[in-house]
């Protein structure tokens, strides 16, 4: 079932997106855990994780309204220095996604493309909770200095006192 061709470009650039997302977050992951701060290297892998679905997701409905996926394509994969950079990063990019897909699912619809409009929906919603995330990691920083809040991510330093090891 071909679709329309505004549906088409957006799954296209939403994939395009997604899978430079996994590529940041996964040097992202790999640079925290060579930093020591484990805690927040597992919480990116869960990001990961979902990026991933989130790839899948956009690849699996462009196949099926018969478009063509370009897997190759890459954004530029950012490389922060620092926790802060890290997540200055990730709130620009989850931006950039909750604003591009609000429009998308917009232009799907109006294109009648129900399913299409479902899936950014749905996603957006993500993108929306993992802003929420990120804020709320600024705010901790900003209450206990960021010394303090990378030391919490670091098992080692951390006292383990029963409490979530969500960051």
């Known amino acids: ?3 329309p061709d505004v549906s088409l470009r957006h799954l296209q650039r939403a994939l395009t997106m997604e899978l430079t997302t996994i590529n940041t977050y996964l040097y992202q992951e790999r640079k925290l ?10 919480r990116m892998a869960e990001e990961i994780d979902e990026e991933r679905g989130h790839a899948k997701a956009f690849l699996t409905r462009l196949l099926f309204l018969d478009g063509e996926a370009d897997m190759q394509t890459l954004d530029q994969v950012a490389k922060p220095e620092s926790v802060r950079g890290i997540f200055e990063t990730q709130r620009e990019m989850e931006r950039e ?16 493309d129900l399913g299409t409009f479902e899936l950014f929906m749905r996603i957006l919603k993500d993108e929306e909770e993992h802003i929420d ?9 900003e209450m206990m200095g960021d ?11 951390s006292k383990d006192d029963g409490e ?3 960051p």
Request: hydrophobic share 50%; charged share 30%.
């Open 33 to 42: 855990d060579d930093w020591g701060v484990d805690r927040l290297a597992a």
């Open 164 to 166: 979530d090891d969500a």
């Open 133 to 141: 995330f990120v804020e709320e990691q600024f705010d901790l920083m």
């Open 147 to 157: 010394q303090l809040y990378v030391a919490r991510q670091v098992s080692s330093v």
């Open 1 to 3: 079932m071909k679709g």
């Open 97 to 112: 996604a909750r604003a591009y897909y609000a429009r998308a699912a917009d232009e799907a619809r109006a294109a009648g």
